[in-house]
């Protein structure tokens, strides 16, 4: 099971506290403690793995260790190695204490969420000419410590959605070889599946159903997922009884849940044509047609309409590398002209 929403407590390491220590050694009198060590800081990574946040179910709390005391003879505390947590691209990482919130999006990000407590000084740090034999030194400072709210929201740029059993597995894995689980009933897909087509990410949401926006059935844990894709493909099984009902069933959970959903670009596909006679595809295209007209009808099992799939994937590609070119464009112009802004100065 997808754990995709999860709530807990991290505490960073506190520094280690300074020593009070004298030098035992004849002629070489003086203090000698040494400084504590830092507290381990706490730091989020982001990996490609969907299902990293399953670590957080049963483990709640989070803790580094504390940075070493410090030492006699200058011997300075070890400090705490940092404890990096693990969680998939994509997740909105909010502390519920300050209500800043911050998103991994790349692989290998790291994002600092809880700093580690200083050391302390030792007696050594206070000497002078007029303390020659300091009895202070200083607590290492505490380390950050708050409530974090982990919240996975995919990346993708196609998300392929429809009623359970509309063949979105199917399609994602015919163009893209993600593996998604395949049978012929409701919820065969529980989880999300990511699937790559050349440069474009591709999410399998699982099955949405009447009342999904309202709580029914699996479909409101999974309606966030789409607030991140760009563009939607929306898949309706030939076989359906009622294509114009299922269709508007999608569109309104989309609605009902953010306008933003129903607002995205949607192409429309007409699913499993091969199950059904020519006359009765004929008849379901007519009807689908009054309510959208750019429909598409595919079947994985026929050839020239997964080539019309993959001529849409295509253009979708094209625009998107486009559009990063434009960015990178644009950044590369801006800091140009800092370059020389700073260069006037």
Do not use: C
Not at 19 to 34: Q, R
């Amino acid at each position: 099971m997808l754990i995709d929403d999860v709530k807990i407590r991290i505490e960073a390491g506190n520094g280690g506290r300074g020593a009070v220590a004298f030098n035992k050694n004849m002629k070489s009198l003086g203090p000698v403690g040494g400084d504590g060590g830092k507290g381990g800081s706490i730091y989020f990574e982001g990996i490609s793995n969907l299902n990293a946040l399953a670590q957080f179910r049963y483990k709640k709390e989070i803790k580094t260790k504390n940075g070493e005391n410090g030492k006699g003879q200058n011997n300075d505390g070890a400090d705490t190695e940092d404890t990096i947590l693990k969680i998939p691209i994509g997740t909105v990482i909010t502390n519920l204490d300050t209500n800043e919130s911050t998103e991994i999006t790349k692989i290998g990000e790291q994002v600092l969420a809880a700093k580690g407590g200083k050391g302390g000084w030792g007696n050594f740090k206070f000497r002078s000419s007029t303390n020659t034999s300091p009895m202070q030194f200083q607590k290492g400072t505490p380390g950050e410590g708050f409530r974090i709210r982990l919240e996975l929201k995919l990346i993708a740029d196609v998300g392929l959605l429809g009623l359970p059993n509309a063949g979105k597995s199917s399609l994602i894995n015919e163009v893209t070889r993600a593996n998604s689980k395949v049978a012929n009933y409701p919820f065969t897909t529980l989880e999300p599946s990511l699937g790559a087509y050349y440069e474009l990410i591709l999410a399998d949401i699982p099955g949405i159903i009447e009342g999904a926006s309202g709580g029914k059935g699996l479909g409101i844990k999974f309606l966030r997922h789409i607030e991140r894709t760009k563009i939607l493909f929306h898949l309706i099984s030939a076989e359906s009884e009622n294509i114009a009902h299922d269709y508007k069933v999608i569109r309104n959970e989309l609605k009902t849940y953010a306008e933003s959903l129903a607002s995205k670009q949607e192409y429309l596909f007409l699913t499993k044509t091969d199950l059904v006679t020519p006359a009765e595809l004929k008849k379901k295209l007519t009807a689908i047609k009054k309510i959208n007209k750019n429909v598409v009808a595919i079947s994985i099992h026929n050839w020239d309409s997964m080539e019309e799939v993959k001529k849409i994937l295509n253009k979708i590609q094209d625009e998107k590398l486009f559009l990063l070119a434009k960015e990178e464009k644009e950044r590369k112009a801006k800091e140009a002209a800092q370059r020389k802004i700073d260069e006037t100065k």
